[in-house]
DNA sequence: TCTGGGGTCCTAGGACCC
DNA sequence: TCTGGGGTCCTAGGACCC
């Protein structure tokens, strides 16, 4: 019998943080997201008071000044390598694993439970000795079920672990939610409350026709995997299905000029990042939107597929123009834009062709590229570059936490 | 006044083709 | 007067996830 764990940190942003500072435990902490925008991780004391998930800050600014929280602008660089280190230990545990986002990871057991218990505790004790990153660990018969039983073990105070069996399968779903239930989102419980399937047992025992009608082929696969039969696999993606640069602007944009600045910054982080994995990109596209809460809402898309699929910044940003231009409308205050490189390939040698325009933007971009991995990030860049952090970029990060294990002037420095 | 960023998958309608 | 059916690709947008 195969059985699937999931190992996820708790309150994992603000978990890397206490790393680092240890005056920040028992305190409570939170995380923000760019632009003062929204908070992103939440320590238990501030779950306590109530202030929820992506809660914008200026809605809670009261409460936070009132009890002391401490704040911090999201410093992904940290985190992304805590994840790292992270993930390193847990593979030193178990043979079958998947990385599912910066703070989980799927794992197999395939012992006995009680085996199973005390490998989870073994791997949980090891996490929080060896990088000081608690985590949570919950086991079941499917994903969806060990996504459930993480859930749980997170209120267990005492272990973090909890084993979702069988037995106990009929009891734990009738006591949750189906909205909680990973796959079900607003609309989807929305339309499951409307028949009456409001916990997790009723739609286990929905009518699997029914459902296939209602929700589609997914929902099929969500009954099957609460049902304990395991129809989701594990992935091990070697490189991403697309790559997103995006922002939203403190201050609204109008000006198309200004607009195109920010889309071509993104189009140069972008292929800086598909050019690290070895991608090529067979499509562009383009987005810019007034954002949700407007009082005129106005967004658009554009994209744009390409003959040979290239790598080079140039090539992307004069298409990106094009788009740009496609889809503005003059008089609307623009509150964020971006862009997405997908159909992305192994870089093959028909791209570097021996036409002339490719061939210099190759000289360019290999040139760029070099100069920057010898002399660091951002040593030569595009004059978009300078025009985005000059007239749209303001953020000063003033409550970032440092670098402390990816950059050498940010190192921890312990004193005799 | 002030609401993140980066992903995946699915669907629907139109164009086009046989 | 009567005007098919099915497949694929493209584009745009929605739902969901962390």
Not at 42 to 64: C, H, Q, T, W
Request: a positive charge; charged letters at 30%.
């Amino acid at each position: 019998m195969k059985w699937y764990g999931l190992i996820d940190c708790d309150n994992f942003y603000v978990s890397c943080e206490r790393v680092f500072d240890p005056s920040l435990e028992n305190v409570p902490v939170v995380v923000f997201s760019n632009n003062d925008g929204c908070i992103i991780a939440r320590s238990n004391e501030v779950k306590a008071l109530g202030i929820p998930m992506g809660a914008p800050l200026f809605k809670y600014k009261d409460i936070i000044d009132r009890k002391g929280i401490k704040l911090f602008s999201a410093n992904f660089s940290l985190y992304g390598d805590m994840s790292k280190r992270v993930m390193e230990t847990i593979s030193m545990f178990v043979k079958d694993m998947e990385v599912y986002s910066i703070d989980e990871a799927f794992v197999n057991f395939r012992e006995m439970s009680t085996e199973m218990y005390n490998m989870a505790l073994k791997i949980r004790v090891a996490l929080k000795k060896w990088l000081g990153i608690p985590v949570s660990i919950g086991i079941g018969r499917s994903k969806t079920l060990a996504k459930i039983a993480t859930h749980i073990a997170k209120t267990r105070t005492g272990s973090h672990v909890f084993l979702l069996l069988e037995d106990n399968e009929p009891l734990v779903l009738k006591d949750y939610p189906v909205g909680e239930v990973w796959g079900v989102g607003k609309q989807t419980k929305k339309l499951l409350s409307r028949f009456g399937i409001r916990n997790t047992l009723d739609l286990r025992e929905a009518n699997i026709r029914f459902i296939r009608s209602l929700l589609g082929i997914n929902g099929v696969k969500l009954v099957r995997e609460v049902n304990g039969e395991a129809v989701i696999g594990f992935e091990h993606r070697k490189f991403p299905k697309s790559i997103t640069r995006s922002r939203s602007f403190k201050q609204p944009i109008e000006d198309i000029n200004l607009l195109e600045a920010a889309i071509k910054r993104y189009v140069e982080m972008a292929t800086e990042e598909l050019r690290r994995y070895n991608l090529c990109a067979g499509r562009l596209a383009v987005y810019i939107s007034t954002g949700e809460y407007a009082e005129r809402k106005y967004s658009r898309s554009a994209e744009r597929k390409f003959e040979v699929a290239n790598a080079y910044t140039e090539e992307f940003m004069k298409i990106s123009s094009l788009l740009l231009k496609r889809i503005f409308k003059g008089g609307y205050r623009y509150k964020k834009a971006g862009i997405i490189l997908s159909d992305l390939s192994p870089c093959t040698n028909k791209v570097f062709s021996d036409l002339y325009e490719n061939r210099i933007n190759r000289i360019l971009t290999e040139a760029v590229d070099k100069i920057n991995s010898k002399w660091g990030k951002g040593t030569v860049s595009s004059v978009f570059s300078s025009i985005y952090k000059g007239r749209i970029e303001d953020e000063e990060r003033r409550r970032a936490s440092f670098h402390y294990t990816t950059s050498w002037k940010e190192l921890v420095v312990v004193k005799a």
